[in-house]
């Protein structure tokens, strides 16, 4: 049973337009919700995470919107650039595990044309 | 900034031969995770060390998988036969600590082709 769904698979964005991807969640228990990007050849690398205490994180051109009561949270990218180009990995863990038995969406693959 | 180092990056391996990957973590962390990453889908734990000692290994199949880190630095996943399902990125990461939001640091992952 897949506990985090991920939306797009692919996503194709114009140089400077918002790329959003989505996330659904099924456990209430998970309360920590991290995004990876990965580019081809490399590991992922941890880019932005949230508490379900808040409705909205922002770091730079990266921003989570997180909603519990829909149990859904997603990425949006603004101005996004070529370099964006890469796959994107949401994922959840919960008190009672820790970060590295997160469960993982299966990607979103990003492709920013110029 | 430190990194996860794994070797090799690429492994080519017929169906049955033994392999083996290799992790150096990031120096002071204590926990260590291994992964299989099929493409198209996400990092799916393997097994997870908490200095030299195995945490959780629920997900390894251990009929042919093992996994040790003998003095809690480095660690070495085996897989022995290979399978052709065994085709698949195998990532580390290292964390200091093993807390839900302790950040996750991946190395690039090796490779793995069985034919």
């Known amino acids: 049973q897949q506990q985090v769904k991920q939306s797009p698979q692919s996503l194709i964005v114009q140089k400077g337009g918002i790329s959003i991807i989505n996330c659904a969640y099924e456990n209430t228990a998970f309360d920590y919700f991290p995004w990876y990007q990965q580019f081809p050849g490399k590991g992922p690398a941890l880019l932005i995470a949230i508490r379900p205490d808040v409705s909205e994180k922002k770091e730079g051109r990266f921003t989570i919107s997180f909603n519990k009561s829909a149990k859904q949270f997603s990425l949006h990218i603004m101005d996004s650039q070529p370099g964006d180009s890469a796959t994107y990995f949401c994922a959840a863990s919960s008190e009672d595990t820790n970060a590295g038995k997160s469960t993982f969406g299966d990607g979103t693959t990003l492709t920013v044309k110029p | 900034e430190a990194e996860v180092a794994q070797s090799p990056r690429y492994k080519i391996t017929e169906k049955s031969q033994a392999v083996a990957f290799w992790c150096d973590p990031i120096s002071g962390h204590a926990t260590l995770y291994w992964y299989r990453q099929i493409l198209g889908q996400g990092p799916e734990l393997l097994v997870q060390?908490?200095?030299?000692?195995?945490?959780?290994d629920s997900q390894l199949p251990k009929d042919r998988f093992s996994a040790e880190r003998l003095k809690g630095v480095d660690s070495t996943l085996k897989i022995q036969p290979a399978e052709l399902g065994d085709s698949a990125m195998y990532l580390c990461?290292?964390?200091?600590?093993?807390?839900?939001?302790?950040?996750?640091?991946f190395g690039s992952g090796t490779q793995l082709s069985v034919l």
């Open positions: 990461a290292s964390s200091r600590l093993r807390g839900r939001d302790e950040k996750l640091f």
């Open positions: 060390f908490q200095d030299e000692s195995v945490v959780d």
